[in-house]
């Protein structure tokens, strides 16, 4: 009997833009942090207002951490003469789990400006991105032109895309989010392609203790990658303490106008 592999090919093209973003992130320095978020706020918000995405919340709160963390806010390049930059708006990517032509892949997307978004605005941006067709939708034609495109090229053309300053923050956002809360994960560690990348987890019953008592509530693991050329431990402890705190006390002040 063979003991050889039944298949050798080619990568699928649909998996080239994948592979092209992991060669580009390994400039990256990952360090990994994480918390157990009560999510008590959150269930209770959404079960009023039509089960809005996890990730939605997570987009809304994190963007409103980022804007007080101009520091976090930021990209870096370079190994010689390194630059970086701070960015005005705080841009969120989130990634989604999609088949194309057959090939099961992951993509992602930005939304610009969520410094200034009310929750229900994301929510309409996450659904039109998570219900829509990606082979037609047009804010994929750049990642179907690198399914495309011959290997070397599709390299060249994402590097000219995504490496200037200028530009990162509209290719890779100001911080990241993905999210595997679908399945039966607690918690992982992604590196996303900006300063920060918050992974989510499932939300499952645990025991909490509140004031003194012991209780069942529903709980999140939380994940959160930086980039220490770009930050220091104490500044991702910072956002990632202030964004549990957000998500425990959830208010949409949207609904208080």
Request: charged share 25%.
């Amino acid at each position: 009997m063979s003991s050889g592999p039944g298949r050798i090919g080619p990568v699928a093209r649909e998996r080239r833009p994948t592979l092209h973003f992991l060669r580009e992130v390994r400039a990256i320095s990952p360090v990994f942090l994480d918390t157990e978020v009560d999510m008590t706020a959150v269930v209770g918000h959404r079960e009023t207002v039509h089960k809005y995405s996890v990730v939605s919340y997570v987009l809304f709160t994190a963007a409103r951490v980022l804007a007080a963390h101009p520091e976090a806010n930021a990209a870096m390049r370079g190994r010689r003469l390194p630059r970086v930059a701070h960015y005005p708006s705080v841009n969120g990517k989130f990634t989604l789990d999609r088949t194309m032509n057959g090939q099961r892949v992951v993509i992602s997307t930005v939304l610009p400006d969520l410094q200034r978004a009310t929750l229900a605005e994301i929510q309409q941006r996450v659904e039109h991105f998570r219900d829509g067709d990606p082979a037609v939708l047009p804010e994929f034609a750049p990642t179907r032109l690198l399914q495309r495109l011959p290997w070397p090229l599709g390299g060249l053309l994402f590097r000219l895309g995504v490496r200037p300053l200028s530009r990162r923050a509209r290719a890779f956002g100001t911080f990241a989010v993905t999210s595997l809360g679908h399945r039966p994960v607690d918690g992982f560690y992604s590196v996303g392609g900006a300063t920060i990348t918050l992974g989510l987890g499932r939300i499952t019953e645990r025991p909490v203790v509140r004031a003194g008592q012991l209780a069942i509530a529903p709980v999140m693991r939380l994940s959160l990658t930086f980039d220490h050329r770009v930050i220091d431990g104490a500044e991702g402890a910072d956002v990632l303490g202030e964004l549990k705190g957000a998500l425990e006390g959830f208010t949409d002040p949207g609904e208080e106008t």
